[in-house]
């Protein structure tokens, strides 16, 4: 079972490479993954689970956060119109998205953060991801709002990129022009 001793933290390499593509059909290996790094979301999510395990409470999950160098990424969240995004995905990625761009009003954070980082994380507003779902068949989401922000975050994640390497430096509160809060 994972849990929060198998993430990696700010400071490990993992977190700063580039992810290699997996091979399709996906492997048994690769499958069972993606069925772990799903789980751990539902649990960090169960107030049980959470507890007993002292899980913090996450939206998504790169495998470059567990130091597992592959494109291979899990989401477990509702919008706020209760639609649910469950999946565990292979090689995704932003087909196209929006020229407008869009944050998250309260900021981001990431399991792989231990300290609260504050400021506008500007992201696309729109984003259409392609990827391979753990039955093997192809998807394609088009996303916006918190939706389109967590994809960005957990791709990001498999192109060695952090969320506050996004934020402006000398005024990380300052909206972009063309940036709308979500
Ligand atoms: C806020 C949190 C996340 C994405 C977008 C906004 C995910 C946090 C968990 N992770 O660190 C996953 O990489
Ligand atoms: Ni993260």
């Known amino acids: 079972m ?8 700010e400071g490990h390499p993992s977190l700063r490479r580039k992810a290699d593509d997996v091979e399709l059909p996906l492997s048994e290996e690769n499958k069972q993954l993606l069925e772990e790094m799903l789980t751990f979301l539902k649990n960090s999510q169960d107030e049980e689970m959470a507890e007993k395990y002292q899980l913090r409470a996450g939206v998504g999950l790169a495998a470059t956060q567990l130091n597992i160098n592959k494109r291979l990424i899990a989401v477990h969240f509702e919008d706020a119109k209760e639609n649910k995004y469950s999946y565990g995905l292979a090689n995704p990625k932003i087909v196209s998205h929006s020229v407008e761009q869009a944050y998250i009003e309260n900021g981001e954070g ?7 980082v504050s400021g506008i994380v500007p992201r696309h507003a729109r984003v259409t991801v392609k990827a391979t779902d753990m039955d093997g068949n192809p998807v394609k989401l088009r996303l916006r709002g918190f939706p389109a922000m967590v994809f960005q975050h957990e791709i990001d994640h498999l192109n060695g990129i952090m969320f506050y390497d996004y934020i402006d430096k000398d005024n990380p509160l300052l909206p972009p022009e063309n940036a709308k809060a979500v």
Do not use: A, G, K, Y
């Not at 994972?2 to 933290?9: A, E, Q």
């Not at 990431?110 to 609260?116: A, I, K, N, P, T």
């Open 2 to 9: 994972i849990t929060m001793d198998d993430i990696v933290r």
């Open 110 to 116: 990431c399991l792989s953060v231990d300290r609260e």
